[in-house]
């Protein structure tokens, strides 16, 4: 059977199935894989009456056939789930729900079924607590992947991975080091090339200010000019350490493909400025390609039928690119 392409629902109470609903009322203006839902049918039909869309919802199994995915009826692959009202707060109930959700995607990607998953917004903070970082590094756990993943915030003309994820930023020193840069970059590379069929060049940023610092000990000089000079041994296209504050301006001029952060808002910050929501959020050292939306659960506009769908639908697109 021709591989597919499975949407987890997500955070129930947010902005995840109007983005989902969107992508496949739209599903005709874009080339897309065939693709279905994991989620709660009867939750997905009030939150679709509440938002007013006239499509209808159908329920497919486990060992759904390819024609199952075709037509005007929203495929839905059914996890059960008891919840009230349209939208409700976040709560431990929800929470079930989504590792549910996550466990049927696994599970379907171990029978290779899928080309690969996108999980729709969760809400970090409230699944893992403080257990996981996120969604890279509890999916890391479960299919033993740990230090092997990789996050790529991507897009055609640029893409950025921060070395260290979802910590704090006093931390950040403590847990960079050579190795971790370098297999992180190497990763990266590997997947442009078989995937994408694609040779890149990185640029590798410093930590520090201007790449300055008033010690011999800085992490330019122990650390990442160290890790670039064992990548360009590898015959690695490399650039670095270059200065943060400058890197988002100079990116076309040096034609970088990849700007390595050593944190996470040092490139997410000024790449969300320059592509808003035409990026999605790549899971990289999985047995699996994963990609999520890059944006939150966004609960300041549950229910209103206001939500941006684009990052979603660039998610979908993405598995056309692979070669």
Known sequence: ??????????????????????????????????????????????????????????????????????????????????????????????????????????????KNQLVGFINCPVSKEHLFKEEYQGVTEFLAKKTGSKNNTVMLIFNKKLSVSPVTTHISLNQVSKQLNINKIVKKVIIINNFYKKFLKKKIKFGILGLNPHNYSTTNKSEEKIIIDKAIKKLKYLKIKVVGPVSADSSFMVYKKNNFDVIIGMYHDQVLTPFKALYQFNAINITLGLPYIRISPDHGVANNLVGKNLANHISLIESIKFFNLIK
């Open 1 to 110: 059977m021709k591989k597919v392409i499975a949407i987890i629902a997500g955070e129930p109470n947010s902005i995840s199935s109007e983005i989902i609903f969107k992508s496949w009322k739209y599903r005709n203006q874009y080339l897309h894989k065939p693709f279905f839902v994991i989620g709660n049918i009867n939750l997905l039909n009030m939150q679709k009456k509440l938002l007013k869309y006239k499509f209808k919802i159908k329920k497919i199994n486990n060992n759904f056939k390819l024609n199952d995915l075709m037509g005007s009826e929203l495929p839905v692959y059914n996890i059960n789930y008891n919840q009230k009202k349209p939208f409700e707060k976040i709560s431990i109930k929800s929470n079930i729900y989504i590792l549910k959700c996550f466990d049927a995607a696994l599970n379907f990607s171990k």
